[in-house]
């Protein structure tokens, strides 16, 4: 049975209420708890803080600079490569938002020990095999899966993919990722449970008049140990200590460049009627004898002098003098 107030209580109660001075406490305890309170979904929990995000992004987006320059060099004509999304979703959310079919790898990562998915739009995909074959970068009227002859040619393209985006990474960690595999039909690939969340990024790629899309997934679990080294403060770092010496890139580039390199057996001059009536058999007496040192010449520049002969049954020349401009160069 509820209890009876008094008469006594029943004025303090309306004495209260026309103060204001209860219902004061019960607003302030109630914004309190309100500010307490931050809204979870459990579908879609958010496992990645928005500064990791941050530096995903900023990753990726060097990612895409150096898709754009490859793709631009390769294809010979302008590419636009820019990153449009970072999303942290579950895995069969990612798996619903794949075409079917499509172009899809997994990136084997060795130094985080897991999978990741690379995916190339099967418009990107064929516009860049017909430029490779010398067309113009027709699209298709209809999509269709790629053929065995199709798949050699983009496979090697996507493991250029593969070293950028290792590029990209190697301010955080070696990524060292590498293609495993290759799949079509996206129902075919289980890398993370369906619940598990992930990070997903997704590239939009412009080439004259077709838009495709590279998009990546990394599964949360592959990225958990990683996530508390990317920081501003590290990024800075590593990029302070791994910045190249200026001298040491252009000695490395100088070391692999490819120059011709000949020897000149001799000249003669002769009129233009000596040519024309030259015929088989005919003999051109040079200057030089069978004794001299003959030059050699390097990019069309002497540099050397050497003797001529046979070297493992093939013809060869023996240096036996170097020119003086080129000590001075290498001094």
């Known amino acids: 049975m509820a209890e009876i107030l008094s008469q ?5 109660l309306l004495s209260d209420i026309e103060s204001g001075d209860q219902l004061e406490e019960v607003l302030e305890t109630s914004t309190q708890k309100n500010k307490q309170v931050s809204v979870y979904d459990f579908r879609h929990p ?6 990791h995000l941050r530096i995903l992004q900023m990753i990726h987006e060097r990612f895409a600079k150096l898709v754009e320059s490859y793709l631009t060099t390769r294809l010979r004509t302008l590419v636009d490569a820019k990153l449009i999304a970072v999303d942290q979703v579950t895995y069969s959310e990612f ?3 794949m075409s079917d079919p499509s172009c899809i790898y997994i990136l084997r990562l060795e130094n985080l020990h897991g999978e990741a998915i690379l995916e190339i739009t099967l418009p990107l995909v064929f516009f860049i095999v017909d430029r490779l074959f010398g067309g113009e970068g027709s699209s298709l009227d209809k999509i269709r899966e790629m053929t065995l002859i199709e798949q050699k040619v983009i496979e090697k393209v ?12 190697e301010q955080v960690i070696p990524l060292d990722s590498s293609i495993e595999l290759y799949q079509s039909r996206p129902s075919f690939i289980q890398i993370a449970p369906l619940e598990e969340m992930v990070i997903s990024l997704s590239l939009e790629v412009n080439v004259q008049e077709t838009t495709g899309f590279l998009n990546l997934c990394f599964p949360f679990q592959v990225l958990e140990e990683v996530l508390p080294k990317m920081t501003s403060q590290q990024m800075v770092r590593s990029r302070i200590k791994k910045a190249p010496d200026d001298k040491q890139v252009i000695s ?4 692999r460049a490819n120059i ?6 001799g000249r003669k001059q002769i009129s233009l009627r000596e040519l024309v009536e030259l015929e088989i058999g005919d003999v051109i007496k040079l200057d030089t004898r069978i004794t001299d040192d003959l030059p050699i010449l390097v990019n069309n520049i002497e540099r050397f002098r050497g003797r001529p002969g046979i070297h493992r049954d093939r013809v060869a020349v023996k240096i036996v003098q170097v020119e003086k401009e080129r000590v001075e160069i290498l001094d």
């Open 252 to 255: 490395s580039r100088i070391v």
């Open 46 to 51: 958010k496992i990645v803080s928005k500064e």
């Open 158 to 169: 996507a493991e250029q993919f593969s070293t950028a985006l290792n590029t990209a990474w």
């Open 260 to 265: 011709p390199v000949h020897v000149e057996l």
């Open 8 to 12: 006594s209580e029943i004025d303090a």
């Open 95 to 97: 798996m619903l938002s």
